[in-house]
Nanobody, 122 residues
């Protein structure tokens, strides 16, 4: 079965950095669009970033542009999210997702991980 397992979350001070990883199994990773979403308490799940199967094309949510970078290693079946200049507003559970087209909408993704918590202290 398909599994997406996120890691790398934790507590960081505002202005700091974290790198999230998502290891995929049970699917043809190199042919999949991969994305990151996040959900803060009491809020809807929000698009963060996505990239094509080759990694050559990326899109970002407005709130993270210029601070976050999505990348992938198809040899390791892993997608990454490098988060810099973190703010308290970035506090959320971060989810990776596998989809069939690059999109900011949840409906484009058919497999989801369980999430990893990121807490940014101010």
């Amino acid at each position: 079965q398909v599994q997406l397992v996120e890691s790398g979350g934790g507590l960081v001070q505002a202005g700091g950095s974290l790198r999230l990883s998502c290891a995929a199994s049970g699917l043809t990773f190199s042919s999949r669009v991969m994305g990151w979403f996040r959900q803060a308490p009491g809020k809807e799940r929000e698009f963060v970033a996505a990239l094509t199967s080759t990694g050559y094309s990326t899109i970002y949510g407005d709130s993270v542009k210029g601070r976050f970078t999505i990348s992938r290693d198809n040899a390791k079946n892993t997608v990454y999210l490098q988060m810099n200049s973190l703010k308290s507003g970035d506090t959320a559970v971060y989810y990776c997702a596998a989809g069939t087209r690059v999109s900011s909408t949840r409906a484009a993704y058919d497999y989801w991980g369980q999430g990893t918590q990121v807490n940014v202290s101010s």
